[in-house]
């Protein structure tokens, strides 16, 4: 059974910094492409903040989190993480971990809400 499990989310005051981390289980991850969405408060859609491939490494980031998040992935702990700093509170939301096959699609497209595999989030609540 496929599963994604998020943790790290907390309550961090502006400029701070947190790491996400997602656990995967039931696959291989280095076979997928692997990625971070959130969800803004009174918000219904998800918003892709970050992805990264499979074996080249290639990532995606959202423009409003470029240059301060990073995305990792650590296929022997089949671990996926998500290096969060100069956090401003337009961050704050329900952060998914997501994964899939590339199944010939770009990591773009791939952030853009084209992963089958889904978590149940994590909070992340930035205020002073």
């Known amino acids: 059974q496929l599963q994604l499990v998020e943790s790290g989310g907390d309550l961090v005051q502006p400029g701070g910094s947190l790491r996400l981390s997602c656990e995967v289980s039931?696959?291989?991850?280095?076979?997928?492409?692997v990625g971070w969405f959130r969800q803004a408060p009174m918000r219904k859609e998800r918003e892709g903040v970050s992805c990264i491939g499979t074996s080249d490494g290639t990532t995606y980031y959202a423009d409003s989190v470029k240059g301060r998040f990073t995305i990792s992935r650590d296929n022997a702990k089949s671990t996926v993480y998500l290096q969060m700093d100069s956090l401003k509170p337009e961050d704050t939301g329900l952060y998914y971990c997501a994964a899939d096959l590339p199944r010939g699609l770009d990591i773009h497209t791939m952030c853009a809400g084209m992963m089958g595999y889904w978590g149940r989030g994590t909070q992340v609540t930035v205020a002073s």
């Open positions: 039931g696959f291989r991850l280095d076979y997928y492409a």
